[in-house]
């Protein structure tokens, strides 16, 4: 059975830093591509940050770039996204997705598997 679990999220200040992990079981994370979307209420989920399958190449939405970073750390079966000068504006649950493929995509309905969430809460 697959399973994707989100951790490391939390209430901080606006300009405070935040890592978040998901770790995998059931599915070997070198084997897919892995990303993090975003989700608030009422909205649509939006992607954040994805590493692709074979290269470590990433990729990141415009709102995050040079503030986040996705890592893959394999041999703890586990993504990061190391978030930094947080804004009130990136208040939302953290979702860690896996797709098996060598690049994800930007799309969230076409990843296979979901954690259940991670809230991140920016006060400002």
């Known amino acids: 059975q697959v399973r994707l679990v989100e951790s490391g999220g939390g209430l901080v200040q606006t300009g405070d830093s935040l890592r978040l992990a998901c770790a995998a079981s059931g599915l070997t994370i070198s084997s897919f591509a892995m990303a993090w979307f975003r989700q608030t209420p009422g909205e649509e989920r939006k992607f954040v940050a994805r590493v692709y399958r074979d290269y470590d190449s990433t990729d990141y939405a415009d709102s995050v770039e040079d503030r986040f970073t996705i890592t893959r750390n394999n041999a703890k079966n586990t993504v990061y996204l190391q978030m930094n000068r947080l804004k009130p504006e990136d208040e939302a649950t953290y979702y860690c997705?896996?797709?098996?493929?060598?690049?994800?995509?930007?799309?969230?309905?076409?990843?296979?598997?979901w954690g259940q969430g991670t809230q991140v809460t920016v006060s400002s």
């Open positions: 997705a896996a797709q098996d493929s060598d690049v994800g995509s930007r799309f969230p309905t076409v990843y296979h598997y």
